[in-house]
């Protein structure tokens, strides 16, 4: 599977943005969908997920009374909106694919096969 992240740009803090990933060549229902992004000089890490269906939810703790994943099937896209955006949110965010036929989401990176090629977000203070 293919995937094309955008929407990333440059935001003020409090601002909102709403990040899309396209995907292409396999039954995109059958991935579990990650969201992850990696800041200048750190580690890449989770930041949130959901299941093949849609029907489950996973999110990091740093974000998750401000972001919100859901994934249209019939349109093969995931999308991250983000609320009230702040500088430490600046990060290159990348979304990647897990084939999993279940109703299981991993916050792993491991777990994840397939990447995009990653959007930058900058939040400005």
């Known amino acids: 599977v293919q995937l094309q992240a955008s929407g990333g740009g440059l935001v003020q803090a409090g601002d909102s943005l709403r990040l899309s990933c396209a995907a292409s060549?396999?039954?995109?229902?059958?991935?579990?969908m990650g969201w992850f992004r990696q800041a200048p000089g750190k580690e890449r890490e989770f930041v949130a997920g959901?299941?093949?269906?849609?029907?489950?939810?996973k999110y990091a703790d740093s974000v998750k009374d401000r972001a919100t994943i859901s994934r249209d099937n019939a349109k093969m896209t995931v999308y991250l909106q983000m609320n009230s955006l702040k500088p430490v949110d600046t990060a290159v965010y990348y979304c990647?694919?897990?084939?999993?036929?279940?109703?299981?989401?991993?916050?792993?990176?491991?777990?994840?096969?397939?990447w995009g090629q990653g959007t930058l977000v900058t939040v400005s203070s």
């Open positions: 990647a694919a897990d084939y999993n036929l279940g109703w299981r989401v991993s916050d792993g990176i491991s777990e994840y096969s397939y």
């Open positions: 060549g396999r039954t995109f229902s059958n991935y579990a």
């Open positions: 959901i299941s093949g269906s849609g029907h489950n939810t």
